[in-house]
């Protein structure tokens, strides 16, 4: 799946905003400043210190790092549940993890998902190691692994402080248990419990904190903030958060649903909505107060959302955010399909596992915690496939530990005992494999398959493809105007038009009326865009160009007058593309409205002032509305930046002449004549300034 079209690191997805920033730093720029991380910094640095190896190109070996570093998560899975549970549950465990297609899809993906089965086996197997040996220096590993994990997984956060005050109680209690001895010795056996105790939880909370501090350190030092890992919280809490929230990743208005858009925008959002400049923190805390403002003002609903979150948590169903599984298992023939493992089988079996298949022994529920502790630290804010995976990596040892006692009792005739568990796992297996209709995109993949297939010229593929992506669509309108969209951006208006009639019979929306209206204008029929453009225009659609493209219409249907009344009714945005002002200019100097084009060149020349088409236009508006002094020292300037533009030394010499400077006129056409030879109107007018002269 290496070359597989719709994983390649562009169009605007997270994935490519990994790589970017990845290559940034194995290119020199380290430190990434002047912000605070917005996304979780271990991933761009793992990624980065390959690519500074084998070169900025190198992605192949990325993936292969990340499939080692997955196959060595299934011998850490082997050695944690050998350890809690025995060798047997330990092949069956390992043999679970080996073949969850979640963990070898991920492994090709270049996303922080990829080593987070790898990193969650490691801390919790050396959290076994730790509880089982008592081991002080083994503690402040795993401490630092957590820490580790954190840099890539911000919600593990939860647990490492869970498991710190863990260890603290673990140290309780064991005084309460000496506490039965003479009294002597359980003063000493106490104080030495409570030492030992003490001193695995320092050593816990020192290595976490180790972990971590480099990248706070790096936020302070870039931002003057003192940012734990990243900035990004706030506007998470409040996706998963809001009255509009169901669990699930939606965007949020305004701000653009991919990473990079999201860490320019949100800054907008919050910044606009109050009224001044902020800090990273400051925007993070903006959206978490909106968050925290609705959920006090609807804590019913908020509750009922967030048991609702929980239930997503645990269900099988598969929650894309950028990438399908069930597309690439099941469309795009690949070994995904043999790899049947997956949240449906170890939820239901690793939960029951984990409560029945307990070993003796002390420590096991600070390691079997994580699962409760990490799935509630996602549904505190929205749930996605890929933030879901690290706990499948403990649940595989125990749905291993519980398939292993099922083998243990059948072999010695006592099924009866495991009646209960078996009951409770068959109830959780029905309950997590509930289907709640829930979008596992693959229809998005598929319409996106369409799309690149169009977009890399492979038209018969992409008929297939597009034909596949229409069966079973939730929304076959929009399926078809994404895919004319495609074929309008690559320049073929009239598979462009099939495809928008198509969608336009399906759902009547501005949005398909607007761009069925652009496909026709661009194949020549002006008559039949106009009644789609006027329509996408009176419901406000894209307001800008859809009352240009209006204008531009109208004027080719010989409608002048209503096009010019467009045109003036036309506003563009102060901070838009200057070549949108210059359209409108160009297009208003066709229709004869000399002042109507000066208004729109001059935001044009305000926006990019080195412009020689905007001065040259600029000079001819001015000259037309009767300014020709404007217009003169316009178009002096538009012949600075270009020397080379015979219109503009034309156009030049004609106001010169109506400025009565007839030897400079001549010199301006005589310089056009030069730049282009065969310019008649160069030509015709140096004759009328020489018949002009004779008389």
């Known amino acids: 799946m290496h070359d597989h079209p719709l994983l390649r690191p562009v169009g605007g997805l997270d994935t490519e905003y990994y790589v970017t920033l990845a290559r940034q730093v194995a290119g020199g720029d380290v430190l990434l400043g002047p912000q605070p991380y917005f996304v979780s910094p271990l991933y761009i640095y793992f990624t980065a210190a390959i690519l500074a190896m084998a070169g900025p190109d190198s992605l192949l070996v990325v993936r292969i790092a990340q499939i080692a570093l997955g196959t060595a998560a299934v011998w850490l899975v082997w050695d944690m549940a050998r350890q809690w549970f025995g060798r047997r549950a330990a092949w069956i465990a390992s043999t679970l993890a080996a073949v969850t297609g979640l963990f070898t899809f991920y492994e090709i993906l270049l996303l922080q998902a990829a080593i987070d089965p790898f990193l969650t086996a490691l801390h919790l197997n050396l959290l076994t190691r730790a509880v089982r040996s008592d081991r002080v220096s083994v503690f402040a590993l795993t401490g630092l692994a957590i820490g580790m994990h954190a840099l890539n997984r911000p919600n593990i956060l939860p647990y490492g402080m869970v498991l710190v005050a863990a260890v603290v109680a673990r140290s309780w209690w064991d005084t309460q248990a000496i506490g039965t001895a003479p009294a002597g010795a359980a003063s000493t056996d106490r104080l030495l419990a409570t030492r030992r105790a003490t001193m695995q939880a320092s050593a816990l909370a020192l290595g976490l904190t180790l972990g971590i501090v480099p990248v706070t350190s790096r936020n302070y030092a870039v931002s003057g903030e003192a940012i734990l890992i990243t900035s990004h919280g706030g506007l998470n809490f409040y996706i998963g958060n809001n009255p509009e929230a169901d669990g699930t990743y939606h965007g949020v208005p305004g701000i653009t649903p991919a990473i990079a858009g999201q860490a320019r925008d949100a800054r907008r959002v919050a910044e606009r909505s109050l009224g001044r400049a902020l800090t990273a923190r400051e925007v993070s805390d903006y959206f978490y107060a909106r968050a925290w403002t609705w959920i006090r003002e609807n804590p019913a609903r908020a509750a009922r959302l967030l048991a609702k979150k929980v239930a997503l948590v645990c269900n099988a169903a598969f929650l894309p955010l950028n990438f399908s599984y069930a597309y690439y298992s099941r469309d795009a ?39 409760p502790i990490y799935g509630l630290s996602v549904a505190a804010f929205f749930v996605a496939a890929r933030y879901r995976t690290p706990i499948l990596v403990p649940l595989c040892a125990a749905a291993g530990a519980l398939i292993d006692r099922v083998f243990t009792a059948i072999r010695q005739h006592d099924v009866g005992r495991l009646t209960k568990p078996l009951v409770a796992a068959a109830a959780l297996f029905v309950f997590v494999n509930w289907n709640w209709g829930l979008d596992d995109g693959r229809a998005e993949e598929r319409t996106a398959m369409a799309v690149r297939l169009i977009e890399d010229g492979r038209s018969d593929e992409a008929r297939g493809a597009i034909a596949l992506a229409a069966e079973h669509h939730p929304a076959p309108s929009l399926l078809r105007y994404r895919v004319g969209r495609a074929y309008q951006d690559r320049g073929a208006p009239d598979e462009a038009i099939l495809q928008f009639d198509r969608a336009l019979a399906l759902e009547d929306r501005a949005e398909i009326r607007f761009s069925l209206g652009e496909a026709l204008l661009d194949s020549g029929r002006a008559a039949d865009a106009v009644p789609h453009l006027r329509a996408a225009y009176a419901r406000g659609v894209s307001a800008e160009v859809a009352g240009f493209d209006l204008a531009r219409a109208l004027m080719m249907t010989r409608k002048a ?12 945005a102060a901070d838009a593309d200057p070549r949108r002002f210059l359209a409108a200019g160009d297009l208003a100097l066709q229709l004869n409205r000399p002042e109507l084009a000066v208004r729109f060149l001059r935001g044009s020349v305000r926006r990019d002032p080195r412009s020689p088409a905007a001065r040259e236009k600029l000079g001819l508006a001015l000259g037309l509305a009767g300014d020709r002094t404007g217009g003169i020292s316009e178009l002096e300037h538009a012949t600075r930046l270009d020397p080379t533009s015979a219109t503009a030394h034309l156009n030049l010499a004609v106001l010169y002449a109506q400025e009565g400077r007839f030897a400079e006129a001549r010199a301006e056409a005589t310089r056009a004549l030069a730049i282009a030879p065969n310019y008649v109107r160069a030509r015709d007018f140096l004759r009328t300034l020489e018949r002009s002269a004779k008389k």
């Open 333 to 371: 023939g690949t070994l995904l399909a043999a790899l049947m493992v997956g949240p449906w089988l170890l939820i239901p079996l690793g939960t029951i596992g984990l409560m029945t298949a307990r070993p003796a022994g002390a420590g096991y529920w600070t390691w079997a915690a994580f699962v």
């Open 561 to 572: 007058g209503e096009a010019a009344r467009v045109l003036e009714r036309l506003s563009i």
